[in-house]
């Protein structure tokens, strides 16, 4: 659960207002009070419902009576006001367990203790399925102000033991909560049925996410970005500062209105806090220049940018292991703006599956801590590289291997933090991504395994294997893709490359201990460093001994020290 308590007012009633208000688009149906000081006070319900000014002031006039008899000794700033909001994957709360969150809420933060009769008034008004608004005037019966400092910090560990006592997801606290992003909310109920009387699958708020999303992922600057987003189809303005800088931005969808008929406009930062502006300029600029697959004029090969995002996407699971928060969500960021990008380049039957494993990764990659873009400027420039150069089936298969792994490195980082939402966020973008991987791997190994080199050639491939990854040799040997790793290794010795080498030099990229089948990972491994300009002799002759010298040592390694015994009467045991 989140909490959000908003600095101190002074009127009472305008904050009622917002509450049993309509809205701006709407949003605001079914406004009610589940919880308050008092259970004989006029609930003034919906703003359409006959009476409702009446209430509203009636409501209103009690909560300020304290305030009225302390005169010019209540607080200048009387209002107090803090929403909880329950996180997007819980169940709907019912109306008494959400009274039971407000009244630990008051208590929690000195608003109005349990079993004090002079207790701050205060009421709780349930504004949507997912949250509640507590609003409290800062008057006690005996006329003094309630102790209630350091509130926010008392209210973030109540909330940790309501989610804890109802069963909720635990959200992130503390330090690595204090700055950085934050997830999608979940749509109100108003959203949705809009959504549902315009024929839309998904509410107005969620299409613009993901469209800004999807734009962000294959823009190489902001001009870029902005001209995407009017190419799918959105309402774009900007705002410009008196110094001439660019402000801010806003997008509506052309047929999502208000009352009088007007664009229902959504800023960047109401959509996610990381699209804001100032974010997403940040992003654009942590972006490392790349170039197309050639071989330049002095003999230097470039590799493909899908090579190069699927090998950067290697590293990312020890970088998740390894590196201090701000690093770690750089590379989260930038995994995420890969899997927006992932549908705009698969077949069509695969486009679905891959938006789905985008959008439940969006809530495995926000931890809340800032991201230090820097850190992942290689992927991003392979990720913006892809976009002029299309994949094959074998491409889009070796990188969905890879990102296969960096989820599950997510999920365990989420897991020792005890981060339950993230982990359940990439368990969902595993099952949506495996589902992708299993129809597009098979195709592209099965014309792999129609070029399988001889058995001779299979045997002495085998015995590299053995050497090379003695712990994996057993099952890499029987797995299905065997086959198409001996091919992949006779086109890459076929290419000039020492097949031994180019095993090892796979071997060592990453650990294959959470692959489904190793022998697919280093499938896709061998064909990237196949593809590679093969090395001349000079090299070929040193890769040779230091290959030579690193089977010595594991040789040396396992074999079991020779014991020596006593060399004089005068050596004891103990």
């Keep these: 659960m989140i909490a959000n308590i908003v600095k101190p007012g002074s009127h009472t009633r305008g904050v009622l207002v917002y509450l049993f208000d309509k809205g701006s688009a709407n949003e605001h149906t079914d406004q009610h009070i589940v919880a308050s000081w ?25 909560l300020d009576l304290r305030v009225e008899q302390a005169g010019d000794k209540a607080p200048e700033g009387h209002v107090w ?74 209210a973030m560990a109540e909330l940790t033991r309501i989610e804890q ?28 049925e809009k959504a549902k009387r315009l024929g839309h699958s998904t ?53 999502h209105t208000n009352t ?51 090998a950067a996407a290697e590293r990312i699971p020890h970088h998740l292991d390894h590196a201090d928060d701000s690093a770690a969500q750089a590379h989260l960021t930038v995994f995420s703006e890969v899997l927006y990008a992932l549908p705009a380049h698969a077949p ?62 997510a999920q365990r980082r989420s897991a020792l933090r005890h981060h339950d939402r993230q982990v359940a966020a990439a368990r969902q973008t595993l099952i949506h991504l495996q589902a992708a991987y299993d129809q597009i791997a098979p195709s592209s190994l099965a014309a792999l395994v129609a070029r399988r080199p001889s058995d001779g050639t299979v045997h002495r491939y085998a015995r590299h294997v053995r050497e090379v990854l003695p712990s994996h040799a057993g099952q890499i040997l029987a797995e299905a893709a065997w086959p198409a790793l001996t091919a992949a290794l006779a086109a890459a010795e076929a290419a000039g490359h020492d097949p031994a080498i180019v095993l ?10 959470d692959a489904k089948s190793a022998s697919e990972v280093l499938v896709w491994r061998v064909q990237r460093l196949g593809d590679r300009h093969a090395p001349g002799p000079g090299a070929r002759a040193a890769q040779a001994r230091s290959s030579h010298v690193l089977s010595t040592a594991r040789a040396m390694a396992a074999t079991p020290p020779t014991s020596t015994p006593p060399s004089s009467p005068t050596h004891r045991t103990r």
Aim: aromatic share 6%.
């Design 38 to 62: 008092d259970d004989f006070i006029p609930d003034p319900g919906p703003w359409d419902s006959p009476g409702h000014k009446q209430r509203l002031a009636q409501l209103t006039k009690a």
């Design 81 to 154: 006001h803090c929403s909880v909001r329950a996180a997007p994957e819980d169940r709907i709360l019912t109306d008494a367990e959400w009274a039971t969150i407000a009244k630990r809420m008051v208590h929690a933060t000195g608003i109005a203790p349990q079993g004090d009769p002079d207790g701050c008034r205060w009421v709780a008004v349930r504004h949507a399925d997912d949250h509640i608004h507590i609003v409290a005037t800062k008057v006690r019966g005996d006329l003094r102000p309630p102790r209630n400092w350091n509130d926010y910090r008392r």
């Design 165 to 192: 006592d109802f069963g909720l997801t635990r959200v992130a606290r503390g330090p690595e909560a204090a700055v950085g992003t934050a997830a999608a909310k979940r749509p109100t109920r108003a959203e949705q």
């Design 203 to 255: 509410t107005a708020r969620e299409q613009l996410r993901h469209t800004v999303r999807t734009a962000l992922s294959h823009a190489k600057d902001l001009e870029e970005f902005f001209n995407l987003l009017a190419d799918a189809g959105l309402q774009v303005e900007t705002r410009t500062l008196p110094s001439g800088d660019l402000g801010g931005y806003k997008v509506a969808l052309p047929d």
């Design 260 to 310: 009088d008929g007007e664009p229902v406009w959504y800023s960047g930062s109401s959509l996610a806090t990381d699209l804001s502006l100032p974010q997403i300029q940040q992003r654009l600029a942590a972006t490392e220049a790349h170039t197309a697959t050639t071989a330049s004029p002095s003999g230097h090969y470039r590799r493909s940018p899908w090579h190069q995002a699927t």
């Design 348 to 409: 069509v039957h695969l486009k679905a599956e891959l938006q789905r494993a985008a959008v439940a990764f969006e809530h495995a990659a926000h931890t809340r801590a800032r991201a230090d873009h820097q850190h992942a400027r290689a992927l991003r420039g392979a990720l913006k590289a892809m976009r002029y150069q299309p994949a094959d089936r074998t491409g889009l298969a070796m990188l969905l291997d890879a990102a296969i792994l960096v989820v599950l490195a």
């Design 504 to 513: 090892q030099q796979a071997a060592r990229q990453r650990s294959l201990s």
